[in-house]
C-alpha cells in the first residue's frame, strides 16, 4: 500500500468513533451504558489485579475503551455484497456464519471484522449483519411486496459507493477521500423516523414479524445496538436497574467463571419510537416501532473446535432442562443448570491449555538460555515461554438469537426449519465468509513461531565476556 494512504485501521477507527457519537446522540442511554461499563471495569481491574496485569501484558488494556461491536439487518443481496464493499475500505472481512431460523428468527448473517491481531489491537470494532431470508415467509404475495420495497431503496450514498470503488481502484484511499468516505458511510446507519411503507403494510409486515418490519420498512438498515465490552457483566447487569435500565432477564452464553469462555452478552429492552407513516392521500400517519436497544458483552478465550464441541453440549444440555427459551418465569432455574452443566468444563488457563480446548498467544518471559529445539511443554515448563488466553472475536448464534428475541418480544417468534444455507449467504455476498478458528490458530501459530524465531536469534548471538 502506498505511504499516502490512509491506513484501513485507521479509517476502522475513525468510523467507529463517529458511530459511537451518532448512537449516543440518537440512544442517550447509550451514553448511560457507557458510564456503567467504564466504572464497572474501573472496579474490576482495582479489585482483580491479576487480571489487569494479563490485560497489560497481552495489550488489551489499550483497546478496551474503544472497543464495539454493532449490528445491522439488511434486506438484499445487492444490499449485503455493497456492505461487504464499504467495509472492506475499514479492513473489515466476512468472518463466519450464523443461522438464525432455527431460533425463530429469518435471518442468516455474518460478523464484520479485522482479522489480524495487530489491526485488532489498532481497532476491534465489528458488525454483526444479517441478511432477512425473504424466502422464509409463507405468504407469497407478503413475501412479493416485501422484495418490492426493497428493491425501490437505495441504502448507500452515491459518494460512499463512488469511494468504495476508488478505494478498490486505487488500493486505498488518501486522508481527505478517507474522512469523506467515514462521513458518508455514516449515513446509512443513522436512524430514520419516517418509514417508507403505509402503516397498514407495516402492520402486514409486523404482523408476520417483527424484525421483517424493521428491516423492510424503512430507509435503511439502522444500526440496532452498539455494544462496549465489560471485564465484569454480572456486576454490569446488577448495575443496570440501579440507574434506571431495565435489564434482560438471562445473560446469554456460558455461566460466571474464573477463567471466561466466548462470549457473555446482556441487554435492555428495546425502545418504542414515534414513525411517521406514509399516506396514500400525502398525509403521514404517526405510529410507533420497537428496534433499538442498548447490549454490554463480557469476551472471554476463544475456544478451539473441541472446546466449542464441548461448549455446545453443555448449553445444549442446560437448556433441555428447562421449558421453552431461557426468560423471566426460568430465569432461576436456567443459570442454575448452567452452573451445574458447566462444571464439567475445565475453569483453569493451564488446563484449558493442557487439553487443546483454547486457543492462547506465546510470549518470551525474558529468561535467558532456551533452546527453540526443545518441545512447547517443555520450554513452558522450564520458564522460556508463557501463554495467555487469545480473546474470541466472535458472536454465537443461540445468543444472538436470545439478544433478538429479548428484544422484538415473544410474539416475535416464529417456527422455522433449519434452513442453514452458507453457500446461499457467499453467493449473496460476493465471497467467502472465513472461518474464525482457522484465523485463531493463524495467531496462535505466528506468536508460536515468533517467540522461537526469538529464542533462535539468542542462541546464535555470542554470549558476552
Given at each position: 500500500?502506498?505511504?499516502?494512504?490512509?491506513?484501513?485501521?485507521?479509517?476502522?477507527?475513525?468510523?467507529?468513533?463517529?458511530?459511537?457519537?451518532?448512537?449516543?446522540?440518537?440512544?442517550?442511554?447509550?451514553?448511560?451504558?457507557?458510564?456503567?461499563?467504564?466504572?464497572?471495569?474501573?472496579?474490576?481491574?482495582?479489585?482483580?489485579?491479576?487480571?489487569?496485569?494479563?490485560?497489560?501484558?497481552?495489550?488489551?488494556?489499550?483497546?478496551?475503551?474503544?472497543?464495539?461491536?454493532?449490528?445491522?439487518?439488511?434486506?438484499?443481496?445487492?444490499?449485503?455484497?455493497?456492505?461487504?464493499?464499504?467495509?472492506?475500505?475499514?479492513?473489515?472481512?466476512?468472518?463466519?456464519?450464523?443461522?438464525?431460523?432455527?431460533?425463530?428468527?429469518?435471518?442468516?448473517?455474518?460478523?464484520?471484522?479485522?482479522?489480524?491481531?495487530?489491526?485488532?489491537?489498532?481497532?476491534?470494532?465489528?458488525?454483526?449483519?444479517?441478511?432477512?431470508?425473504?424466502?422464509?415467509?409463507?405468504?407469497?404475495?407478503?413475501?412479493?411486496?416485501?422484495?418490492?420495497?426493497?428493491?425501490?431503496?437505495?441504502?448507500?450514498?452515491?459518494?460512499?459507493?463512488?469511494?468504495?470503488?476508488?478505494?478498490?481502484?486505487?488500493?486505498?484511499?488518501?486522508?481527505?477521500?478517507?474522512?469523506?468516505?467515514?462521513?458518508?458511510?455514516?449515513?446509512?446507519?443513522?436512524?430514520?423516523?419516517?418509514?417508507?411503507?403505509?402503516?397498514?403494510?407495516?402492520?402486514?409486515?409486523?404482523?408476520?414479524?417483527?424484525?421483517?418490519?424493521?428491516?423492510?420498512?424503512?430507509?435503511?438498515?439502522?444500526?440496532?445496538?452498539?455494544?462496549?465490552?465489560?471485564?465484569?457483566?454480572?456486576?454490569?447487569?446488577?448495575?443496570?436497574?440501579?440507574?434506571?435500565?431495565?435489564?434482560?432477564?438471562?445473560?446469554?452464553?456460558?455461566?460466571?467463571?474464573?477463567?471466561?469462555?466466548?462470549?457473555?452478552?446482556?441487554?435492555?429492552?428495546?425502545?418504542?419510537?414515534?414513525?411517521?407513516?406514509?399516506?396514500?392521500?400525502?398525509?403521514?400517519?404517526?405510529?410507533?416501532?420497537?428496534?433499538?436497544?442498548?447490549?454490554?458483552?463480557?469476551?472471554?478465550?476463544?475456544?478451539?473446535?473441541?472446546?466449542?464441541?464441548?461448549?455446545?453440549?453443555?448449553?445444549?444440555?442446560?437448556?433441555?432442562?428447562?421449558?421453552?427459551?431461557?426468560?423471566?418465569?426460568?430465569?432461576?432455574?436456567?443459570?442454575?443448570?448452567?452452573?451445574?452443566?458447566?462444571?464439567?468444563?475445565?475453569?483453569?488457563?493451564?488446563?484449558?491449555?493442557?487439553?487443546?480446548?483454547?486457543?492462547?498467544?506465546?510470549?518470551?518471559?525474558?529468561?535467558?538460555?532456551?533452546?527453540?529445539?526443545?518441545?512447547?511443554?517443555?520450554?513452558?515448563?522450564?520458564?522460556?515461554?508463557?501463554?495467555?488466553?487469545?480473546?474470541?472475536?466472535?458472536?454465537?448464534?443461540?445468543?444472538?438469537?436470545?439478544?433478538?428475541?429479548?428484544?422484538?418480544?415473544?410474539?416475535?417468534?416464529?417456527?422455522?426449519?433449519?434452513?442453514?444455507?452458507?453457500?446461499?449467504?457467499?453467493?449473496?455476498?460476493?465471497?467467502k465468509v472465513q472461518d474464525e478458528l482457522t484465523l485463531y490458530q493463524d495467531t496462535q501459530?505466528?506468536?508460536?513461531?515468533?517467540?522461537?524465531?526469538?529464542?533462535?536469534?539468542?542462541?546464535?548471538?555470542?554470549?558476552?565476556?
Open positions: 500500500m502506498s505511504q499516502n494512504f490512509v491506513n484501513p485501521d485507521q479509517i476502522r477507527a475513525w468510523f467507529s468513533r463517529a458511530m459511537s457519537d451518532m448512537y449516543k446522540s440518537e440512544v442517550p442511554l447509550y451514553d448511560t451504558l457507557l458510564d456503567l461499563v467504564a466504572q464497572v471495569n474501573a472496579k474490576t481491574l482495582a479489585e482483580q489485579p491479576e487480571l489487569a496485569a494479563q490485560l497489560a501484558r497481552t495489550g488489551e488494556i489499550e483497546r478496551l475503551d474503544i472497543e464495539r461491536h454493532g449490528a445491522i439487518r439488511v434486506g438484499t443481496a445487492q444490499e449485503l455484497a455493497n456492505m461487504r464493499r464499504v467495509f472492506a475500505v475499514m479492513g473489515m472481512q466476512p468472518v463466519g456464519y450464523y443461522d438464525l431460523s432455527p431460533a425463530g428468527v429469518p435471518v442468516h448473517s455474518t460478523a464484520f471484522r479485522a482479522t489480524h491481531e495487530a489491526s485488532l489491537q489498532a481497532s476491534p470494532f465489528r458488525v454483526f449483519t444479517s441478511l432477512l431470508r425473504l424466502e422464509l415467509i409463507a405468504d407469497e404475495a407478503l413475501r412479493e411486496k416485501a422484495a418490492r420495497i426493497l428493491a425501490a431503496r437505495q441504502i448507500f450514498t452515491a459518494r460512499t459507493l463512488e469511494l468504495a470503488a476508488r478505494f478498490e481502484a486505487q488500493g486505498g484511499l488518501m486522508d481527505a477521500d478517507a474522512r469523506e468516505f467515514v462521513a458518508e458511510a455514516l449515513h446509512t446507519f443513522r436512524w430514520h423516523s419516517e418509514a417508507t411503507v403505509s402503516l397498514e403494510d407495516y402492520e402486514e409486515l409486523h404482523g408476520q414479524h417483527r424484525l421483517i418490519a424493521d428491516v423492510v420498512a424503512f430507509k435503511g438498515p439502522h444500526i440496532n445496538h452498539l455494544t462496549p465490552r465489560t471485564l465484569d457483566i454480572d456486576e454490569a447487569q446488577a448495575e443496570m436497574p440501579r440507574r434506571g435500565v431495565s435489564a434482560k432477564a438471562v445473560i446469554e452464553g456460558p455461566p460466571p467463571r474464573k477463567c471466561p469462555i466466548l462470549l457473555r452478552q446482556t441487554s435492555f429492552k428495546a425502545l418504542e419510537e414515534a414513525v411517521l407513516f406514509a399516506g396514500a392521500d400525502g398525509q403521514a400517519a404517526a405510529g410507533s416501532h420497537t428496534a433499538r436497544f442498548g447490549e454490554i458483552e463480557q469476551r472471554g478465550v476463544a475456544l478451539t473446535r473441541k472446546g466449542r464441541a464441548l461448549y455446545d453440549h453443555l448449553l445444549d444440555l442446560a437448556r433441555s432442562r428447562i421449558s421453552g427459551a431461557p426468560n423471566e418465569g426460568n430465569a432461576a432455574a436456567y443459570m442454575q443448570n448452567l452452573q451445574d452443566c458447566f462444571a464439567a468444563f475445565p475453569d483453569d488457563h493451564a488446563e484449558l491449555h493442557a487439553q487443546g480446548l483454547a486457543y492462547f498467544r506465546y510470549f518470551l518471559t525474558g529468561k535467558q538460555g532456551g533452546d527453540p529445539e526443545a518441545g512447547l511443554q517443555d520450554l513452558i515448563a522450564q520458564g522460556y515461554l508463557r501463554f495467555e488466553p487469545l480473546v474470541y472475536e466472535d458472536f454465537l448464534p443461540v445468543s444472538a438469537a436470545g439478544i433478538f428475541q429479548s428484544n422484538l418480544g415473544d410474539k416475535a417468534q416464529a417456527e422455522y426449519a433449519q434452513n442453514a444455507s452458507q453457500a446461499a449467504f457467499e453467493q449473496a455476498l460476493g465471497a501459530d505466528r506468536s508460536l513461531a515468533a517467540c522461537m524465531q526469538a529464542l533462535g536469534a539468542q542462541a546464535g548471538s555470542p554470549v558476552a565476556a
